[in-house]
């Protein structure tokens, strides 16, 4: 894949995930009765959060593979299941 393809994509998918987390925090801030920072603040504040999801998510997915590659070490299975 062309390496500006790829960043391209990778964009989209930050700016969808910063959107997600802007609409989660106005609804927070409506369901709390406060009014919402300015649309610059909430813009850093909803990046901020995107980028710790994406982090915990990716931590937590190493740990699940991990714990699968475990689980199969230990069934003593030695093929390749994809055969």
């Not at 500006?4 to 998918?13: E, T």
């Not at 919402?36 to 994406?54: F, H, K, Q, V, Y």
């Amino acid at each position: 894949m062309d390496e500006n393809i790829g960043k391209g994509i990778r964009r989209l998918a930050e700016d969808a995930e910063a959107r997600i987390a802007r609409s989660i925090l106005r609804w927070k801030y409506k369901k709390e009765g406060v009014s919402p920072p300015g649309d610059d603040d909430l813009e850093s504040r909803s990046r901020r959060i995107a980028d710790t999801a994406r982090g915990v998510i990716s931590e937590r997915g190493k740990s699940v593979w991990n714990e699968f590659k475990k689980v199969y070490a230990k069934s003593g299975v030695n093929e390749d299941p994809r055969r």
